[in-house]
């Protein structure tokens, strides 16, 4: 398929592009380290290595992390993106901090917790649609700089006030900044922005987890 200037290959069992994708796309301004949580093809991963210094791409799916190192090869970026294959920050050993972190989340409702195939670890989210969104809430602050953002797309199908409220709790500034509307649900981008009262709540919160 193409999308602008880039040619992107889909191979089987890997999550096309679609219109959560391209909200990501359209509002996307990249710059330092920037991790693709959840890279699917490689497209977000690509624009962000025409602006960012480096990206880091993750998939827990290893069809997908294999299509997207192609694609990084196709569009002449592989030297700025390193791809990884694992659960969320799990393969990040040296927890490195980022400038950016982007996650297309899964976040369609299903009854069973574990996707029946690769390709459903895309948009499977769980009961509710929120089993792998709060697993990245609770993970992600760790791992953003102060005056870092994190851009996060979800449907209205998984309760987009929880996401707000559990991101603001931990002193982040959140809000939503574009959104999509379709036949039976509400495709919202929401944008979360680390300061340095955000980084104090976060210290005080794992203090207290520990105490």
Known sequence: MKFGDLTLHISNNVYEPAEDTFLIAKNLKAEGLVLDMGTGCGILSILAACKAKHVIAVDINPYAAKCAKLNVEINEVSSKVDIIVGDLFTPLIERPIFD?????????????????????????????????????????????????????????????????????????????IDRQNLFFETIVLIEVFKDMLSEDISVSNRKEKFA
């Open 100 to 176: 950016m972190i982007l996650f297309n989340a899964p976040y369609l409702p299903t009854e069973d917790s574990e996707p029946k195939s690769p390709i459903e670890y895309a948009w499977s989210g769980g009961r509710g649609g929120r089993e792998v969104i709060d697993s990245f809430i609770r993970q992600a602050p760790k791992y953003l700089k102060v005056g870092g953002k994190i851009l996060i797309v979800q449907s209205s199908l998984s309760n987009v006030e929880k996401t707000i409220r559990e991101f603001s709790k931990q002193g982040f500034q959140v809000r939503i």
